[in-house]
């Protein structure tokens, strides 16, 4: 059995002219967290939308699964998700897995336990805060019991509770769930608490894969990392 949840090798992406992603191989082994990181406009979202097969036209090989298919085992949040602001957790979560097909109602409770938002009642997502919005985020793309869950900077613009809110239920999930989580973030030392593995990507290349052996838990350590990975590549 392959130990990979998700390959690529050699993976190309072009828009027009523009080289958006150059070569790209990486692996991530089954039941990791993978972090990737890189500036705004390095390829991150690319090759997520590449991975849940959004972007269908890019050279390359691309194995999700072990057999190249993309399955509905594989959740993602990279585009911000559309929400019922007006709807409670439980009703934005009901609407969804109608469109998913799940009638069992059960299954909406779980998955709100599961991120903590399962005493929300009737309040609005409008008046929710940002934490319990990513929660409900994450809630929708656990509905169908991912294998491997796809996740695009999702501490942007949470506070420090928030973030540590994210973290433990991602660490739950990996850990009890055996799920594999991808996630790209600029948040370093966030990170350094999460992943099994980190890849840097710069300019559409990855220039260098760091193993948990190499990853501290200090920003400092994870940033001289980085600088050093990256500086005078053009």
Do not use: W
């Not at 828009?15 to 082994?29: A, F, M, Q």
């Not at 090759?47 to 890019?58: A, C, D, K, S």
Request: aromatic share 4%.
């Amino acid at each position: 059995m392959n130990q990979y949840a998700i390959t690529t090798e050699h993976v190309h992406k072009k828009y027009g002219r523009h080289t958006v992603l150059h070569d790209v191989s990486i692996n991530v082994k089954q039941g990791d967290i993978y972090g990737l990181i890189g500036k705004n406009g390095s390829g991150k979202t690319t090759l997520f939308r590449i991975l849940t097969g959004m972007i269908q036209e890019y050279r390359g090989v691309v194995s999700v699964n072990e057999n190249g298919a993309y399955k509905s085992n594989l959740s993602a949040v990279i585009n911000s998700p559309s929400l019922f602001l007006n709807m409670s957790a439980y009703e934005n979560m009901k609407a969804q897995s109608y469109l998913l097909g799940i009638r069992d109602s059960k299954k909406i409770n779980q998955v709100l336990e599961t991120v903590g938002l399962s005493e929300c009642g009737n309040k609005a997502v409008k008046d929710f805060s940002l934490g319990m919005t990513q929660r409900l985020k994450l809630g929708l793309a656990l509905l169908e019991n991912p294998s491997i869950l796809i996740l695009d900077e999702p501490a942007n613009g949470l506070d420090p509770d928030g973030i540590l809110e994210l973290r433990k239920l991602l660490i739950h999930l990996n850990r009890s769930n055996g799920l594999t989580i991808l996630i790209a973030s600029h948040i370093l030392s966030e990170l350094g608490q999460l992943v099994k593995c980190l890849g840097i990507l710069h300019d559409g290349k990855i220039v260098r894969e760091v193993s948990d052996n190499d990853i501290l838990q200090d920003t400092n350590s994870l940033e001289k990392i980085y600088v050093e990975s990256t500086r005078g590549r053009q």
